[in-house]
């Protein structure tokens, strides 16, 4: 199916660790690109932020594998 003909036709569930403002560090620093790209993928969207560890990085510290970053 095209890309054209995809709009509006179901759901799509993307995740992210990087807040929006971050996003034109992704594509090279080209705030353009990410301004596009988000105004496409959040038009007619639902945003659930959800804050806290990450189980997988919280399973990698238990196994001595990483420290955790800093908390923002």
């Known amino acids: 199916m095209a890309a054209g003909r995809r709009y509006e036709h179901g759901s799509i569930i993307l995740t992210a660790n990087k807040s ?11 705030a353009v690109i990410a301004t596009a790209i988000l105004d496409r993928l959040l038009h007619h969207s639902t945003t659930i932020s959800i804050k806290g560890e ?6 990698r510290k238990k196994a001595g594998l990483t420290a955790l970053p800093a908390t923002r």
């Open 20 to 30: 929006y403002g971050e996003w034109a560090e992704v594509f090279s620093s080209d």
């Open 54 to 59: 990450s189980y997988r990085l919280k399973d």
